[in-house]
Nanobody
Framework: QVQLVESGGGLVQAGGSLRLTCAASGSTSSVNVMGWYRQAPGKQRELVANINRSGTTTYADSVKGRFTISRDNAENTVFLQMNSLKSEDTAVYYC??????????WGQGTQVTVSS
């Protein structure tokens, strides 16, 4: 079992920045890919960014150039630095972990609200 705990959400004005942190515990050696998804009201959950153990990253087109994902394998932590935030970035952000056997783990979510 793997537990994922997010922190760092909050309210920020458009153009501002936030940094999300996700700490993994438990059987973390089984987790290959870690990342962030988000879900806005009335919309489907969507991938924001992810990173594998080798450091290969993937970003949604909507956040490229504004968000940066990074990972500390020794501390089993993944970060999402969000800059130039827009109102459309408002959502609940979920930490996600994918194991080598393609099992999914999810955090409880953290709210990010961007005021225009």
């Amino acid at each position: 079992q793997v537990q994922l705990v997010e922190s760092g959400g909050g309210l920020v004005q458009a153009g501002g920045s936030l940094r999300l942190t996700c700490a993994a515990s438990g059987s973390t050696s089984s987790v290959n890919v870690m990342g962030w998804y988000r879900q806005a009201p009335g919309k489907q959950r969507e991938l924001v960014a992810n990173i594998n153990r080798s450091g290969t990253t993937t970003y949604a087109d909507s956040v490229k150039g504004r968000f940066t994902i990074s990972r500390d394998n020794a501390e089993n932590t993944v970060f999402l630095q969000m800059n130039s935030l827009k109102s459309e970035d408002t959502a609940v952000y979920y930490c996600h972990g994918l194991t080598l056997t393609f099992y999914n783990y999810w955090g409880q979510g953290t709210q990010v609200t961007v005021s225009s």
